[in-house]
């Protein structure tokens, strides 16, 4: 009897501890405007939860962007931002200050999205030049379109579960104001292939891609980042139903792509 017992003494922390999350990511949104980002926030909040606990790491989300200063971050291995990004001065430099110490993010979609003048226009240098390297957004496709894309780099962490080439979710495809491919420190996972175009449906014609080089998902080398230009669901406009036409998370490509990302930035 002392023997079993002493075998639960024994073995029991060493359970806790192999339950306990190997790192802590906070999903920061907004979640108000577009009827097809509002969709995709919830379907992303929900489905990083489930995806939490099938990997062994622990996710929170919130709106409330006054969360991005020093303390509430030192808390999380990986930030995202699911939908924009900090406006206030305060928050900004916070957020620079927490990557440039070795923390990890990852964005989606509209969350680089940046244009003078606009509601969002780019009054934040290092997160637009520096960072992400895009600069300002330039355009985009329209209706959200399923694309072809193709592998740019292997081998690597958030790629290595994919195919050379494969067909992704539904999307509204941007385009950005520098060619990525020009940077020594931007690293392209991702891009439009060829076998896409034309890709769109517009109607105006310039919402649809006849040719061109299109990056989708990369990665900065200066810090630990990646963005992913996925994240807006197909909505039901024009039959004003806003009925969701389409999920992200329902390609399973897409579904394996993230969590292997996830592990990447958050096992240091």
């Known amino acids: 009897m002392f023997r079993v017992l002493l075998f639960f003494i024994l073995i029991s922390p060493l359970a806790a501890l192999s339950q306990q999350p190997a790192f802590n990511v906070i999903g920061f949104y907004t979640g108000i405007n577009d009827r097809a980002h509002v969709s995709y926030v919830q379907e992303a909040n929900r489905w990083l939860a489930e ?19 020093p303390q509430f971050l030192s808390r999380y291995q990986v930030v995202l931002f699911l939908d924009t990004r900090p406006d206030s001065a305060d928050q900004r430099k916070a957020f620079e200050q927490y990557m440039e ?7 989606f979609h509209f969350s680089a999205f940046a244009l003078t003048p606009s509601g969002y226009p780019q009054n934040w240098d290092w997160y637009h030049e520096r960072f992400l390297g895009a600069g300002q957004y330039k355009g985009n496709t329209w209706r959200p379109t399923s694309a072809v894309l ?11 579960h994919l195919p050379d080439t494969f067909r992704s979710a539904p999307n509204e495809w941007y385009s950005w104001q520098h060619d990525l491919r020009d940077s020594a420190h931007i690293r392209i996972l991702l891009s439009i292939d060829k076998s896409s175009f034309p890709l769109g449906t517009g109607p105006k014609q310039w919402e649809i891609w006849h040719s061109g ?18 994240g807006h669901n197909d909505i039901d406009y024009e039959g004003k139903t806003n009925r969701e036409l389409s999920l992200t998370f329902a390609n399973v ?16």
């Open 213 to 230: 080089y299109y990056p989708v998902v990369w990665t900065n080398t200066r810090y630990r980042m990646l963005y992913v230009n996925m």
């Open 51 to 69: 995806t939490a606990a099938k990997h062994n790491f622990h996710y929170d989300a919130t709106n409330d962007w006054r969360n991005m200063n």
């Open 253 to 268: 490509l897409q579904q394996r792509m993230v969590p292997d990302a996830l592990l990447w930035l958050g096992k240091k």
């Open 150 to 160: 193709k592998v740019e780099n292997r081998p690597h962490p958030v790629t290595q």
């Open 101 to 107: 110490n070795g923390g990890a993010w990852i964005g």
